[in-house]
């Protein structure tokens, strides 16, 4: 199988729950060109004090090689004249950051003999070039090109020595020179290579680190964070396996072997694991660049999380407030009608002209406005299917303070049971918030004895008075748990608080 990166042959969806990342250019993340811009500015600026020290010696010191002046200064302006060129060109994107390298070692080494060769050979001061051209190639990411560089400068100086000078060649003092420039040139591109790779890794994972910011979705933070894996570590496969069993992967999946993983997270929470198939164990420096780029994708992924909560809290309670504000109005009025047409009834008697026929339609249809609106309401402030977690969700809901829920394990109930529980639990709490304000915990328990389910809402708030009378809400409550079979009291809760209590007739 052909690796790399694959494109997904079809969006995620909940049975694949899988998809492979698109072609990427990672170098975009690795600051090749800025390095690149600040050795040529380097370069033509040393190259600028090149032909000023040649100036200085010629029209001043007048030293041995004042002579030729004209071929040293020809040679530095031909240095410039190159150094500003590959400037410009590299600033403005007119050559490849993997050619130039390369080429400017070359042509560094190139014009650096020249230079030495018309200022008195080996023994030139300008010899130092060389060396400048090693730590150069050093800054690049190819990691053979500093030693090719210091194997051409050595050539060069060996062959400039050859070159016939006023002064006879002294190969003691030739061999000395030769092994403390060429020594501090190793040890000088040691450490810029390891400074430059430094740089890269920090401007990667900072750069990574904002496309984890900008990331809105977890697709995207789980894209990013491979195509740094991908490009820096190099592995052969690499997956990315979330929490609730979504899968993102990159190179071939068909890579075998043990593979090296993390885990993914942030804020005391496990949000997924990493898994890279490489052939070599990671060093010390791979192992915590992964680590910081998990680190950083944990809390991005955390963020969206969070933020995809507090988008779901919002229209949780723009739907509840929508719900209660269905019920304190619509609801009501529907319920007041209901009674109101009872009474109606009621004093009437029989009526020849059948009148009273036609009030019983009129309750009827008033009943089923009721029940469609309650319907409407139960959805939209509580989207779970009838049960114990849609109970404990309605009471969740409406009370924040202190509570006691106790609801018995295996309880069954029919759906309209549990309808009924949930609007028990609701228009419980909308009586204890008109009528007990002052409470600071709430008990409702739900269990099942000798065939009977009993619900009962207890709060500590202010005892009502008794007898007490039903509002409208409770009134209804109270038509429908007697439609399933049940009946609903209201009383005091010992010395403090109102206890409401429902009970139906059920098999378990």
């Known amino acids: 199988m052909k690796r790399g990166w694959r494109p997904c042959s079809r969006p995620l969806s909940p049975s694949s729950k899988r998809s492979h990342m698109p072609d990427s250019n990672y170098s975009e993340l690795i600051p090749e060109r800025a390095l690149a811009v600040h050795t040529a500015v380097v370069r033509l600026a040393l190259t600028v004090v090149s032909l000023f020290v040649i100036l200085l010696d010629t029209y001043i010191l007048a030293t041995p090689y004042a002579l030729p002046h004209m071929c040293a200064c020809a040679a530095a302006v031909t240095f410039i004249a190159y150094a500003g060129v590959v400037l410009w060109a590299i600033h403005h994107g007119l050559i490849r950051v993997a050619a130039y390298f390369p080429t400017t070692a070359i042509l560094d080494v190139v014009l650096a003999a020249a230079l030495v060769i018309t200022t008195n050979g080996y ?26 560089t210091a194997g051409l400068g050595l050539v060069a100086h060996c062959l400039i020595a050859l070159v016939p000078q006023e002064r006879p ?123 910081v780029c998990c ?19 919002a ?32 004093r009437m008697g029989k009526s020849p002209d059948g009148l009273g026929q036609e009030l019983r339609e009129i309750k009827e249809l008033i009943r089923v406005a009721g029940r469609q609106a309650r319907e409407v309401t139960e959805v939209l402030c509580n989207p779970l299917p009838p049960g114990p977690d849609a109970v404990r969700a309605v009471l969740s809901e409406r009370w924040l303070g202190d509570s006691d829920v106790e609801i018995a394990p295996g309880l069954q109930l029919s759906d309209e049971q549990w309808r009924a529980v949930e609007m028990f639990v609701r228009e419980g709490m909308n009586n204890v918030a008109k009528h007990a304000k002052n409470a600071r915990k709430i008990s409702l328990h739900i269990f099942h004895s000798n065939g009977r389910t009993e619900c009962t809402l ?26 399933q079979g049940g009946r609903l009291a209201l009383g005091r809760a010992g010395a403090r608080g109102a206890e409401l209590r429902a009970v139906f007739e059920t098999s378990k």
């Not at 030139?124 to 030693?147: D, E, K």
């Not at 680190?295 to 809290?313: K, N, P, Q, T």
């Not at 209901?338 to 109606?344: H, K, Y």
């Open 315 to 346: 229209a949780a309670a723009e739907r509840l407030r929508v719900s209660d504000n269905l019920h304190d109005t619509y609801v009501q009025t529907l319920a007041a009608l209901d009674l109101r047409t009872e009474a109606v009834l009621q």
């Open 169 to 291: 060649l002294n190969w003691g003092i030739f061999l000395v020179r030769t092994g403390f420039l060429f020594g501090v040139a190793g040890l000088l591109s040691v450490i810029s290579r390891y400074q430059a790779r430094q740089s890269r890794i920090l401007a990667s994972i900072e750069e990574a680190g904002r496309r984890f910011g900008e990331s809105g979705t977890r697709e995207q933070v789980c894209r990013t964070l491979l195509e740094v894996v991908m490009g820096w570590l190099r592995p052969a496969h690499a997956r990315v396996r979330m929490s609730d069993g979504e899968t993102f992967s990159a190179g071939d999946d068909t890579a075998s072997g043990p593979p090296i993983v993390m885990v993914l997270s942030a804020g005391g929470r496990s949000l997924g694991t990493i898994h890279v198939w490489r052939r070599s164990a990671l060093s010390r420096g791979e192992d915590s660049f992964l680590r």
């Open 123 to 148: 023994l030139s001061p300008f010899t130092l070039w060389l060396i400048i051209a090693v730590v150069i190639s050093a800054a690049g990411s190819q990691r053979a090109l500093p030693w090719i």
């Open 458 to 483: 207890h709060d500590d708030g202010t005892a009502p008075e008794l007898p007490t009378k039903l509002g409208h809400g409770l009134s209804r409550l109270r038509a429908v748990i007697e439609e």
């Open 295 to 313: 680190d950083r994708a944990a809390s991005a992924l955390l963020r969206i999380d969070l933020s995809e909560s507090l988008v779901r809290s």
